[in-house]
């Protein structure tokens, strides 16, 4: 369930919101869910993006707020960093790819969700700049205030869109980001850079691409490349996607990683969507065999 409730300045430029998620992800009839499939096939990544066993958890909230007469605005409380970092218009589990390192680049330490402030505005009318703090010990099932200290994820972010209506159909941005060690899970600090555009040609078919780099030992990769396509046939509000990332995995030792995903939504109805999903994942770090990922999503808005 997500609940948007406008309470400040309503109607106007610069509304005041209090947003949430409220969701339960839980197993069907298999002994694993898709999000833990990865660990079980020796994949380093995620297949299954949000496609968990966590219960009911109350994945967001915060306080949205604009200013500037729509230039600009912050966000406040319970977050999901992955929302504000690097993103690209294709970047939805929930309707487009399924595999974190197609929607991402896996040079990115992105966090659970966890307390944290983003805030962004537009410099002129094409740039625009932002920047992400949060918990770089965030989870999805336990909320707590920085149970870590002060150890922190940061991204900050520079780009360039034709106009604001467009910004997430056609983009070119540079990110960086670095999160302090994380002295109780183990992880070193990291930090890194990631360059990524995407271009859409009459709202019917988007390029993308992604390059990353990163250093410190706490991302799944150090350096990794994506590129793909989204592609509307014209039947309905059908989508077919493709994508390609290859990546230099952190582990020593370990092959360069490649991921393909294709997906292809059919859209039933206007809340009502089936969406076929394979992935093949070659040299899955830890495995001899290069296996296939099938996935079957329905999904039904209310």
Do not use: C
Not at 137 to 160: H, Q, R, V
Request: hydrophobic residues 40%.
């Amino acid at each position: 369930m997500i609940g948007t409730w406008e309470l400040a300045n309503r109607g106007g430029a610069n509304p005041g919101s209090f947003v949430f998620i409220l969701e339960n992800r839980h197993r069907l009839g298999q002994p694993i869910a898709p999000s833990a499939l990865a660990g079980q096939i020796g994949y380093q990544g995620a297949t299954g993006v949000t496609f968990g066993d966590t219960d009911t958890t109350l994945s967001v909230a915060y306080w949205q707020q604009g200013f500037g007469n729509g230039r600009g605005g912050y966000v406040v409380g319970r977050i999901d960093p992955g929302d504000y970092s690097d993103i690209l218009g294709y970047v939805n589990p929930r309707t487009t790819f399924s595999n974190f390192s197609i929607m991402f680049s896996p040079v990115l330490p992105i966090p659970d969700p966890g307390f944290g402030l983003v805030a962004g505005g537009y410099l002129t009318d094409q740039i625009y700049a932002l920047g992400v703090v949060s918990d770089a010990n965030g989870s999805l099932t336990d909320i707590e205030w920085f149970p870590g200290g002060s150890e922190f994820y940061k991204y900050a972010e520079i780009g360039w869109t034709p106009e604001r209506s467009k910004r997430f159909l056609t983009n070119v941005h540079l990110g960086i980001f670095h999160t302090d060690a994380r002295q109780d899970a183990g992880v070193p600090e990291t930090y890194g850079l990631t360059l990524a555009a995407n271009h859409t040609f009459e709202n019917d078919l988007m390029v993308f691409g992604r390059l990353g780099w990163s250093n410190g030992g706490g991302a799944l990769a150090e350096k990794a490349v994506n590129a793909g396509l989204l592609w509307r046939p014209g039947a309905y509000d059908d989508l077919f996607g493709l994508a390609v990332t290859v990546a230099d995995l952190t582990t020593p030792g370990l092959p360069k990683q490649t991921t393909v995903e294709a997906f292809y939504r059919l859209d039933l109805a206007d809340n009502l969507a089936l969406t076929a999903d394979v992935q093949y994942l070659n040299n899955p770090g830890s495995n001899p065999n290069d296996p296939l990922v099938f996935g079957l999503r329905l999904r039904v808005n209310l």
